[in-house]
């Protein structure tokens, strides 16, 4: 493994096991760690496993997009922000019609447009103390990542629009009663997750990935909505708003 290496690939029999490996940033969504993403998703060890583990390396599994990106990027936001969300979109897509059966193992925080890894998986396996939190309307951002295209179709439409409004941080037991999780776990959700993956990769079967393709026919609907989602994202954050809730929430996080 390169010591700049964002993204990882790990082979283990049937077992696929790919990490975000920006731990010192919250494995913060930049478009280096996107396009990693991507190559790593589509590289024939994992195209070819049965089982897909995704995780992340850190106290957080994923904050989104970086805020310091977008802002070191301000003279050109549009442009920056149409290449990450471009990105993100192919990222979900792709976890989503996965020949693998997809199992995110998922520790801290989750916020912003990294849900949508969880909401293309199969499976999601989360530690106790995880919070997941929208920040859209702190930010003064248009919500992507799947917040509107995909994460109704999970908890309803006015779930997803009071979470968004309210800003709330949801916790892993929230979560598992909305259906976002399928399995709560104290401590190691790593070893879970390679549990789960193990019992899923011995008793594969024809009928479980049929079901898959089944379930994941709605594929030309999601990328028009993610689509959609893209847009709005581009057209809201080059606002004053946006330029101001991203300087504000800098200067928080600088003051501690």
Same mark, same amino acid.
């Given at each position: 493994?390169?010591p700049? %290496?964002?993204?990882?690939?790990?082979r283990r029999?049937?077992?696929?096991?790919?990490?975000?490996n920006?731990?010192?940033?919250?494995?913060?969504l930049v478009? +280096? &760690?996107?396009?990693?993403?991507?190559?790593? =998703?589509?590289?024939?060890? !994992?195209q +070819?496993?049965?089982?897909?583990?995704?995780?992340?390396?850190?106290?957080?599994?994923?904050? +989104?997009?970086?805020?310091?990106?977008f802002?070191?990027?301000r003279? /050109?936001?549009?442009?920056?922000?149409?290449? &990450?969300?471009?990105?993100?979109?192919?990222?979900?897509?792709?976890?989503?019609?996965h020949?693998?059966?997809?199992? !995110?193992?998922? %520790?801290?925080?989750?916020?912003?447009?990294?849900?949508?890894f969880? &909401?293309?998986?199969?499976?999601?396996i989360?530690?106790?103390?995880?919070?997941?939190?929208?920040?859209?309307?702190?930010?003064?951002?248009?919500?992507?990542?799947?917040?509107?295209?995909? =994460?109704p179709?999970?908890?309803?439409? %006015?779930?997803?629009?009071?979470?968004?409004?309210? /800003?709330? $941080?949801?916790?892993?037991?929230?979560?598992?009663?909305?259906? =976002?999780a399928?399995?709560?776990?104290?401590n190691? !959700?790593?070893?879970?997750? &390679?549990?789960r993956?193990?019992?899923?990769?011995?008793?594969?079967?024809?009928?479980?990935?049929k079901?898959?393709?089944?379930?994941n026919?709605?594929? +030309?609907?999601?990328? %028009?909505r993610?689509?959609?989602?893209?847009? /709005?994202?581009? $057209?809201?954050?080059?606002?004053?708003?946006?330029?101001?809730?991203?300087?504000?929430f800098?200067r928080r996080?600088?003051?501690?």
């Amino acid at each position: 493994m390169r010591p700049d %290496q964002l993204v990882t690939l790990e082979r283990r029999d049937n077992i696929a096991i790919v990490s975000l490996n920006r731990p010192a940033r919250h494995n913060a969504l930049v478009p +280096g &760690l996107l396009s990693e993403m991507l190559l790593v =998703l589509k590289h024939p060890d !994992c195209q +070819g496993a049965t089982v897909l583990i995704l995780r992340a390396e850190g106290r957080s599994f994923s904050t +989104g997009g970086d805020l310091t990106g977008f802002w070191n990027h301000r003279e /050109n936001i549009t442009a920056y922000a149409k290449t &990450l969300v471009g990105q993100l979109n192919e990222v979900i897509l792709t976890i989503y019609t996965h020949p693998a059966t997809v199992i !995110c193992a998922v %520790q801290g925080q989750v916020t912003g447009g990294s849900l949508g890894f969880l &909401l293309a998986a199969d499976h999601v396996i989360m530690r106790r103390e995880v919070t997941i939190t929208p920040y859209y309307s702190v930010v003064g951002f248009s919500p992507d990542g799947g917040w509107t295209a995909l =994460l109704p179709d999970i908890i309803g439409r %006015q779930q997803a629009m009071h979470w968004l409004a309210s /800003n709330a $941080s949801y916790d892993a037991s929230h979560c598992e009663a909305l259906g =976002l999780a399928q399995q709560v776990v104290e401590n190691d !959700c790593d070893a879970a997750a &390679l549990s789960r993956a193990e019992e899923v990769a011995s008793n594969q079967s024809g009928s479980i990935s049929k079901s898959r393709q089944l379930l994941n026919t709605r594929v +030309g609907i999601l990328r %028009q909505r993610l689509e959609a989602e893209r847009e /709005n994202f581009v $057209s809201q954050v080059q606002t004053q708003q946006a330029l101001d809730g991203i300087s504000t929430f800098l200067r928080r996080q600088e003051n501690g």
